[in-house]
């Protein structure tokens, strides 16, 4: 099963969630806030998303920054792809300019739900994306209205 290799994470803060393998993923508040104003409240709000960009320390991770929807996204009220070239401009340019240290560490979108689940189609896209990653297994988050799900 490929959804097996997607494990959920443990909310144990209002900025951290623990993993299955003893570390920490730590989201800063900043980050959570621009998620949040994309939260799906309205029935004509479309799905929104991005990178979660940041750094690793040992096991735990560190989310510091983030991309948003860009004008040549594909968005509909339950379904967010990433297809503007920006998304990945931006993230490389942050890479170049902390010489390394900052890099992509999964992606973010949301849902028209209070307590959001990845959807088979999430699931399938993030293996994909896994496969197209070299070191570390990528994280995710799904923000519902009410609640945000994270795992990797
Ligand atoms: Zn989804």
Request: with cysteine; aromatic share 10%; glycine share 12%.
């Given at each position: 099963?490929?959804?097996?290799?997607?494990?959920?994470?443990?909310?144990?803060?209002?900025?951290?969630?623990?993993?299955?393998?003893?570390?920490?993923?730590?989201?800063?508040?900043?980050?959570?806030?621009?998620?949040?104003?994309?939260?799906?409240?309205?029935?004509?709000?479309?799905?929104?998303?991005?990178?979660l960009?940041g750094?690793?320390?040992?096991?735990?991770?560190h989310?510091?920054?983030?991309?948003?929807?860009?004008?040549?996204?594909?968005?509909?009220?339950?379904?967010?792809?990433?297809?503007?070239?920006?998304?990945?401009?931006?993230?490389?340019?942050?890479?170049?300019?902390?010489?390394?240290?900052?890099?992509?560490?999964?992606?973010?979108?949301?849902?028209?739900?209070?307590?959001?689940?990845?959807?088979?189609?999430?699931?399938?896209?993030?293996?994909?994306?896994?496969?197209?990653?070299?070191?570390?297994?990528?994280?995710?988050?799904?923000?519902?209205?009410?609640?945000?799900?994270?795992?990797?």
């Amino acid at each position: 099963m490929l959804s097996s290799q997607i494990n959920e994470f443990k909310r144990v803060g209002p900025q951290l969630w623990r993993k299955g393998d003893g570390g920490h993923l730590l989201i800063e508040d900043s980050v959570l806030k621009v998620i949040g104003g994309y939260r799906q409240e309205c029935h004509s709000d479309l799905e929104a998303g991005g990178f979660l960009v940041g750094f690793y320390k040992g096991v735990d991770l560190h989310v510091i920054n983030l991309t948003v929807p860009q004008s040549l996204d594909k968005r509909s009220r339950f379904r967010f792809t990433r297809k503007d070239p920006k998304h990945v401009s931006q993230v490389t340019r942050w890479y170049e300019q902390s010489l390394g240290k900052i890099n992509c560490l999964g992606e973010w979108h949301t849902h028209p739900e209070r307590l959001p689940k990845p959807s088979d189609i999430d699931l399938h896209a993030w293996q994909t994306f896994n496969e197209g990653r070299r070191g570390q297994l990528a994280i995710f988050l799904i923000a519902g209205i009410s609640e945000i799900w994270t795992g990797g």
